[in-house]
Structure formats: structure tokens, C-alpha cells
């Protein structure tokens, strides 16, 4: 079946907002369901994004969602640079893209770097594909040349806001003849390609996410979809594309769906079946304003700097917006790909935006740390990361540097066992610098005689902190020991500081290996 344009009569508007979203209330059998369309094509979605910044949350959960849709389908998940806005074109943006779905385990099927046979993936490279395709609307008359120039736009800007009128081009060029607009272009007047936007109509369809729709496009004036320096505008490169990429899903932010009713009349007007359409509502900073690609703590970039895992924040941002089956009251746990491409269900997206639950973001990184550090060879990897760790936060102390694998290791268990962790990060702030720095060896007279019997006493039993402080205690009634004294002995050789966490604490996280090696270091040790 082809996409029919419903004929529903617009209420037309006075100067009210230029867009109008209505929720189909009843069932209509005109209403557009493109599930037809692609029934029985294997599935294939994209995920678009325009290189004007790096990736942000937004994008990676929509390509998260695009990604997840194609897997359960066993589909194919393609990633197309939307680059026709050049002047806003960040050069480094695609690197970044790229860059940051491989590290979060969303790997594209079909892209500019991992090839295809819909390509070029890139709209900057396909100039001439819109050129040969905008050539069948000039010719059905659905597009037109606009030769109106910058300053007749102007004052039609300009007369529409005196008038308290929503600005919009009048369709002039519509209404050229033949003979003017050959004229023109033999002339080279500069010009536009416009399309019609035929404001009779209101494209009806079925979102996968919000249900039956119909925006109303009336207000706004033929849009241009071929520039006057040859490119093409987002709605025109986006459809075309999406046709002979032969998507059959398009899986976006909501912001878009303004869009889709002039999407659908282009599929209209060329004749072509349009994909389905799922619109995702917005995710929100968790005090409701907007994620922007300008807020450091937006980008993907500020979670991998900050060693945050990726299948953690992966998690996190499923965490909120919905689509995804989670057992109700059961502990929060994260989720590995193959799970998420099973528990998702696009039908249980909210509708509404939501916002992020920042505190769960620790909470899913907690989890993956301690995945990793239970998991023996991914323990390796996480060893080598806390001694880069380590080194770039200390360069100073680089030639102390205890980066012995089984201290890390045991630093890392028992910061499993105590729950506090949250990231990596935390290994190497705050008071915890002793871990890692190795203090001055202490001149052979602190050494003492006790040295040899604290450590036999420290050999056997629990090194829990709560034992350790009552050892210490012990020990230095049964040896006659001023106890400030010996606990300030004890904390220059474990530490070399004054002041900071107790002894006990101190030997506890240390571990007993760490801690019996530094009060027994001597000049002549390593
Ligand atoms: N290029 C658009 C963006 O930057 C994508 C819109 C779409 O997916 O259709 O988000």
C-alpha cells in the first residue's frame, strides 16, 4: 500500500504557536501504518546524528536504541553522518562518534568506517545522489526553483513580525512560468529547490512510541531542500537517504517529530512506501533542564575521562525514559548487552521526557567494578588501569610508587568488601595517597626490637580493622610501648605522614602483605 495523504481540512490557526501536535483519539482506517510497509523486510535503522558536537547522552541512548532494535530484530544497524550543515560541522565530531559507540559496545553494522553497500554513509559525499533525486520532484512538480533573494526574505520577515504573523515564505516562486524559470537559470540567477508543502493536508501516522499523530505543517511556508550552494537541507538528505538505505525504522529524539509529516509528504511525493516512525521522548538533567552537547557532564567524553565503565553508563541512562523489561522491586543490577537487547521493548518507552537519576550512576559503576574485579581476567585489565592511574596522579612520586599487582589487587577486594568504591578514581583521592606512595625508609634505629614481634603477631588471624586495634593496644601494654608513640612509629613507617586515617584502618586496607613489607623495609630494600 502506498502512503496516501489523509485529506483532512485544516482548522487553519490564527498566529498561535507554529506547530500543533493532536493525538489521534479514534481509531482511523486513513490514518497512516506503515507497518505494512515493512513487514516483510529484515530491519534496518540508523542512527543519524550531525557531527556539530560530540556525542552526547541524547545520542548514545538513541543509538543505544537503534542498536538494540536491530539486534532483537536480527537487523542491521547503520550510522549516517549528517554533515550538510558544513558551517556547523565540528571537524573532530565523527572521530568522536565513532570513538564512543565502540566503547560502549554499540557497534554499527554498516558505517563509513565499517563499509557497506548503501554508502556512501556520509551525506557530503552524496551530493550527486540528491542532485539525480531532487531532478523527479522538479519534474512531477512536487519542488521548484526559488530564485527570491536574501533581501526580498528579509523584509517578508520583517513585514510578518509588524504584522504579528508567524514569518514564512509567501511561495512566490511557485508560480513562475516555464519560460521565467529558464530565463533565471540560464541568467544563473542564484537559486533554491523548494518543495510544496501543501498545506491541505495533515500526514496522519502511527508512532511506535506515542501512537496515531498528526502535526500540522500549515503555518510554514515550501521548505528549501536543495541550498543555494548545492547542498542539501536535513529533510531532504534524511528522506532520500533513508529510502535508499532501505531503512524501515527510524528511531529518533522527539524534537524530530515536528519533522516527520514533511518527511511524509517527500515519500508522497516521490512515491515511495516511508519507514516506520518511533520517536523518543527527551532525556532531562535531573533538575529538568535540557541535555546539551555544550554541558561537559552531557558528553560521553566527561564518563570515559572520569573511568566511568561503559556498560555502566549504559545502564544508567536505561535507568530512565523506560523500554526495557526490569523485574519490579528487584535490586538494581546492571544489565549485559545480550540482556538489554532482550529486555527491551520499544512499546514501554515513556512518553513523557524523563529525567536522569544521577545517583544511580555510582551505583551502576559499583556493580561493573566489582564484575570486573571478581572476574580474573578482567581483574588484569583493571590492575593495569590503577597503575596508569596511579602514575599519572602522582608524577611527583613516581620512583615510590608501590605498583605491585597483588597490592593493588588487594586494595581492590577489599574495597569489594567494604561496598565503598564507586569508581576507580576514588583509589587515588582523598587520604588514600599512602596506598600508593611509599614512605621514606625509616633510618634502621625505628627498626626497633618490637618490629620482630609485631609482625609474628600480625602474621596469624583476621586482618579485619576492628582486630588490628585491639592487637595494637595489646601489643603495647605487653611490651611496655608508649601507645601514641608506637602508633605515631607505626604511621611513619606504613605511611610516612602524620596525620590521616587511624593505624588500624590504614593496615586494614593496606592489607597484612603491604603492611608487614613496609614496616619491615630497611635502606638496603628495593
Ligand atoms: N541529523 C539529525 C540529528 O542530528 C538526525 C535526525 C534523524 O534521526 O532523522 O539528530
Given at each position: ?8 481540512k485544516?482548522?487553519?490557526r490564527q498566529n498561535t504557536k507554529s506547530?500543533?501536535?493532536r ?8 490514518v ?6 515493512v513487514?516483510n523486510?529484515?530491519v534496518?535503522?540508523?542512527?543519524a ?14 543509538a543505544?536504541i537503534n542498536f538494540?532494535?536491530a539486534?532483537?530484530h ?9 554533515d550538510t ?12 562518534f565513532?570513538?564512543n559507540l565502540e ?9 563509513v ?5 548503501y554508502g556512501?554513509?556520509v ?8 542532485r ?5 520532484l522538479?519534474?512531477n512538480?512536487?519542488a ?7 533581501k526580498?526574505?528579509e ?6 513580525i ?5 514569518p514564512k515564505?509567501?511561495?512566490?516562486c511557485?508560480?513562475?512560468t516555464?519560460?521565467?524559470?529558464a530565463e533565471?537559470?540560464a541568467?544563473?540567477?542564484?537559486m533554491?529547490?523548494r518543495?510544496?508543502l501543501?498545506s491541505?493536508?495533515v500526514?496522519?501516522?502511527n ?16 521548505p ?5 550552494d ?6 531532504f538528505?534524511?528522506?532520500v537517504?533513508?529510502?535508499l ?11 524530530w ?9 517527500l515519500y508522497?511525493?516521490?512515491?515511495w512506501?516511508?519507514?516506520?516512525f ?12 535540557k541535555?546539551s ?10 564518563y ?11 545502564n544508567?541512562?536505561t ?5 526495557f ?7 538494581l543490577r ?12 520499544i512499546?514501554?518507552?515513556n512518553?513523557?521526557s ?6 544511580l550512576?555510582d551505583?551502576c559503576?559499583?556493580?561493573e ?8 581476567a ?11 592511574l ?33 569508581s576507580?578514581?576514588?583509589?587515588v583521592e ?11 625508609i625509616?633510618?634502621d634505629?625505628i627498626q626497633?626490637?618490637w ?7 600480625l ?16 601489643f603495647?601494654?605487653?611490651n611496655?610501648?608508649k ?6 612509629s ?11 586515617p587511624?593505624v ?12 608487614i613489607?613496609r614496616i ?7
Amino acid at each position: 500500500m502506498l502512503f496516501r495523504i489523509n485529506p483532512i481540512k485544516l482548522l487553519l490557526r490564527q498566529n498561535t504557536k507554529s506547530v500543533y501536535i493532536r493525538y489521534c483519539s479514534t481509531q482511523q482506517s486513513d490514518v497512516h501504518d506503515c507497518s505494512q510497509n515493512v513487514a516483510n523486510k529484515s530491519v534496518r535503522v540508523r542512527f543519524a546524528p550531525s557531527p556539530t558536537g560530540y556525542l552526547h547522552l541524547g545520542g548514545l541512548r538513541t543509538a543505544l536504541i537503534n542498536f538494540l532494535y536491530a539486534k532483537a530484530h536480527n537487523g542491521t544497524f547503520i550510522v549516517r553522518i549528517e554533515d550538510t550543515d558544513q558551517s556547523r560541522t565540528v571537524p573532530d565530531a565523527q572521530q568522536n562518534f565513532f570513538r564512543n559507540l565502540e566503547w560502549a559496545g554499540i557497534v554499527p553494522d554498516e558505517s563509513v568506517i565499517h563499509g557497506g553497500n548503501y554508502g556512501p554513509y556520509v551525506q557530503s559525499q552524496r551530493l550527486k545522489i540528491y542532485r539525480q533525486e531532487v531532478r523527479k520532484l522538479l519534474e512531477n512538480g512536487s519542488a521548484y526553483y526559488c530564485f527570491c533573494t536574501e533581501k526580498r526574505l528579509e523584509t517578508l520577515r520583517k513585514e510578518a513580525i509588524e504584522a504579528n504573523e508567524i514569518p514564512k515564505y509567501d511561495n512566490r516562486c511557485r508560480h513562475l512560468t516555464p519560460v521565467q524559470v529558464a530565463e533565471k537559470l540560464a541568467n544563473n540567477d542564484p537559486m533554491c529547490i523548494r518543495f510544496k508543502l501543501e498545506s491541505e493536508t495533515v500526514p496522519e501516522f502511527n508512532d511506535l512510541v506515542f501512537g496515531e499523530m498528526s502535526i500540522d505543517v500549515s503555518d510554514e511556508g515550501d521548505p528549501i531542500i536543495i541550498k543555494s550552494d548545492g547542498f542539501p537541507t536535513y529533510h531532504f538528505a534524511n528522506v532520500v537517504d533513508d529510502h535508499l538505505m532501505e531503512v524501515t525504522h527510524v528511531l529518533r529524539g522527539a524534537e524530530w517529530r515536528i519533522s516527520t509529516p514533511k518527511h511524509l509528504l517527500l515519500y508522497d511525493a516521490f512515491g515511495w512506501k516511508p519507514p516506520q516512525f518511533g520517536h523518543l521522548p527527551l532525556i532531562l538533567n535531573p533538575d529538568g533542564t535540557k541535555l546539551s552537547k555544550r554541558h561537559d557532564h552531557a558528553n560521553v567524553d566527561y564518563y570515559r575521562d572520569r573511568k566511568i565503565f561503559p556498560l555502566a553508563l549504559v545502564n544508567y541512562i536505561t535507568l530512565s525514559g523506560g523500554g526495557f523489561v526490569r523485574e519490579p522491586g528487584a535490586k538494581l543490577r546492571n544489565f549485559t548487552m545480550d540482556e538489554l537487547i532482550k529486555a527491551f521493548d520499544i512499546e514501554r518507552i515513556n512518553k513523557n521526557s524523563s529525567r536522569l537519576k544521577t545517583e544511580l550512576l555510582d551505583d551502576c559503576n559499583r556493580l561493573e567494578l566489582i564484575r570486573h574485579i571478581k572476574d580474573p581476567a578482567l581483574c588484569d585489565e583493571i590492575v593495569k588501569q590503577v597503575q596508569e592511574l596511579i602514575k599519572r596522579t602522582y608524577p611527583k612520586h613516581i620512583d615510590s610508587l608501590d605498583l605491585d599487582d597483588q597490592h593493588i589487587r588487594n586494595v581492590l577486594n577489599w574495597s569489594v568488601g567494604t561496598e565503598r568504591l564507586q569508581s576507580l578514581q576514588q583509589l587515588v583521592e582523598g587520604e588514600l595517597s599512602f596506598l600508593w606512595i611509599l614512605p621514606k625508609i625509616q633510618p634502621d634505629n625505628i627498626q626497633s626490637e618490637w618490629v620482630g614481634k609485631l609482625v609474628a603477631a600480625l602474621e596469624s588471624g583476621d586482618f579485619d580493622k576492628t582486630r588490628l586495634s585491639e592487637l595494637l593496644r595489646e601489643f603495647s601494654k605487653e611490651n611496655n610501648l608508649k601507645f601514641p608513640k608506637f602508633m605515631a612509629s607505626l604511621r611513619t613507617m606504613l605511611a610516612g605522614i602524620k596525620e590521616g586515617p587511624g593505624v588500624a584502618d590504614m593496615m586494614e586496607i593496606l592489607g597484612k602483605t603491604a603492611t608487614i613489607k613496609r614496616i619491615t623495609r630497611k635502606k638496603s630494600d628495593k
